[in-house]
């Protein structure tokens, strides 16, 4: 396994990051920890989580996740994992938090203090806000438009709870997630002018169908130290090329949930074609060189990978040990400028 500092901290964390998103609705919790055994055993220390999982979101499953991750924490030394978990932003969610969600001081307190009950911890080590209390884009949404009427809680009001939990011991770190330029910048900013808490990473999608963090937040990535937590590195695992030409494997995410469409439109599949042909004509399994790519990257502290078999798992991790080749590296580019982001 390979190690990268988290933002300014004193925290080395592994290049692959365990993603949970599954467990609870995909995955059984015995499921779950056998592969937080795995990932252990092969040098992950970093383990991704969030108040909401397992997605799609549901009543019934609401914190199944953490609660899974928890019963497993309780049997480990809690200083040799690096937890990271997120609280949702706004949002209305009818059964959390009596269907609110802001990012204000009653909403952060009460998700994190239900966090740590059920990852049964004191603290975690990355508090990430899952995505902006503001109207802007994320989750694959463009065309920002500027909407006068929204009042969103200030930055310095949630940088300011941040702040007393991390005083009080609860907080070691905090993050941002689903995050623009703008509004990194300005955490930072604001951190600086008030004495508040650096956010130390950023966690959005990065992945060979949608490489739109490079425009203008890898910048800022590199000159504040804030670096990439890459999710759906592969495309909900259409890299892999298991959904080319309308396949859907079993219990495949695509085919357990028609809803997941952001990586399943005709110009990601005809990009996705070409990526796997390319790895195949390297000898290279299509998600490892998604993968490699990714790990690859300068501004990029992490890969958050996620599996229902133990053997994606197992091969998911590995891609630590792929190094491509300028050859294949030139081909990858040449893809990208036919098919330019497909999935943003």
Same mark, same amino acid.
């Given at each position: 396994?390979?190690? @990268?500092?988290?933002?300014?901290?004193?925290?080395?964390?592994?290049?692959?990051?365990?993603?949970?998103?599954?467990?609870?609705?995909?995955?059984?919790?015995?499921? +779950?920890?056998?592969?937080?055994?795995?990932?252990?055993?092969?040098?992950?220390?970093?383990?991704?989580? +969030?108040?909401?999982?397992?997605?799609?979101?549901?009543?019934?499953?609401?914190?199944? &996740?953490?609660?899974?991750?928890?019963?497993?924490?309780?049997?480990?030394?809690?200083?040799?994992?690096?937890?990271?978990?997120?609280?949702?932003? @706004?949002?209305?969610? !009818?059964?959390?938090?009596?269907?609110?969600?802001?990012?204000?001081?009653?909403?952060?307190?009460?998700?994190?203090?239900?966090?740590?009950?059920?990852?049964?911890?004191?603290?975690?080590?990355?508090?990430?806000?899952?995505?902006?209390?503001?109207?802007?884009?994320?989750?694959?949404?463009?065309?920002?438009?500027?909407?006068?009427?929204?009042?969103?809680?200030?930055?310095?009001?949630?940088?300011?709870?941040?702040?007393?939990?991390?005083?009080?011991?609860?907080? @070691?770190?905090?993050?941002?997630?689903?995050?623009?330029?703008?509004?990194?910048?300005?955490?930072?900013?604001?951190?600086?002018?008030?004495?508040?808490? *650096?956010?130390?990473?950023?966690?959005?999608?990065?992945?060979?169908?949608?490489?739109?963090?490079?425009?203008?937040?890898?910048?800022?990535?590199? =000159?504040?130290?804030?670096?990439?937590?890459?999710?759906?590195?592969?495309?909900?695992?259409?890299?892999?090329?298991?959904?080319?030409?309308?396949?859907?494997?079993?219990?495949?995410?695509?085919?357990?949930?028609? @809803?997941? &469409?952001?990586?399943?439109?005709?110009?990601?599949? +005809?990009? &996705?074609?070409?990526?796997?042909?390319?790895? *195949?004509?390297?000898?290279?399994?299509?998600?490892?060189?998604?993968?490699?790519?990714?790990?690859?990257?300068?501004?990029?502290?992490?890969?958050?990978?996620?599996? &229902?078999?133990?053997?994606?798992?197992?091969?998911?991790?590995?891609?630590?040990?792929?190094?491509?080749?300028?050859?294949?590296? !030139?081909?990858?580019?040449?893809? =990208?400028?036919?098919?330019?982001?497909? +999935?943003?």
């Amino acid at each position: 396994m390979h190690y @990268r500092r988290l933002g300014r901290t004193d925290l080395d964390v592994s290049l692959i990051c365990l993603g949970t998103m599954t467990w609870g609705e995909q995955n059984t919790e015995a499921e +779950a920890h056998q592969q937080l055994d795995v990932a252990m055993a092969a040098g992950v220390n970093f383990i991704d989580v +969030a108040e909401m999982y397992p997605v799609p979101p549901r009543a019934e499953t609401y914190g199944a &996740t953490e609660k899974y991750i928890g019963t497993w924490l309780r049997r480990q030394q809690r200083e040799n994992v690096i937890l990271a978990t997120k609280v949702i932003g @706004r949002a209305d969610f !009818s059964y959390v938090r009596e269907g609110i969600q802001r990012l204000d001081r009653k909403n952060i307190e009460a998700a994190l203090n239900a966090s740590l009950q059920r990852l049964q911890t004191d603290y975690v080590d990355l508090y990430q806000l899952h995505w902006p209390d503001r109207n802007t884009n994320y989750f694959g949404k463009l065309g920002y438009e500027h909407d006068p009427d929204d009042v969103p809680i200030s930055i310095a009001e949630t940088l300011m709870v941040l702040g007393d939990l991390v005083a009080a011991g609860k907080v @070691r770190y905090v993050g941002l997630s689903n995050e623009s330029p703008w509004g990194t910048m300005t955490f930072l900013r604001t951190a600086e002018r008030l004495g508040l808490p *650096r956010v130390v990473s950023i966690q959005n999608p990065y992945c060979l169908l949608n490489r739109t963090f490079e425009v203008g937040l890898a910048e800022v990535a590199h =000159h504040e130290d804030v670096g990439l937590l890459a999710y759906s590195p592969l495309g909900f695992g259409v890299l892999s090329g298991k959904y080319l030409n309308g396949a859907r494997p079993a219990g495949a995410r695509l085919t357990s949930f028609a @809803r997941f &469409t952001r990586y399943n439109n005709a110009e990601a599949a +005809a990009a &996705t074609q070409q990526y796997v042909e390319l790895a *195949r004509q390297y000898h290279l399994d299509p998600a490892q060189m998604a993968l490699a790519y990714v790990n690859s990257r300068s501004f990029l502290t992490s890969t958050i990978i996620g599996a &229902t078999r133990l053997e994606q798992l197992r091969s998911n991790i590995a891609s630590v040990d792929v190094t491509l080749s300028p050859d294949v590296m !030139s081909a990858i580019e040449t893809i =990208h400028q036919k098919h330019p982001n497909p +999935a943003p």
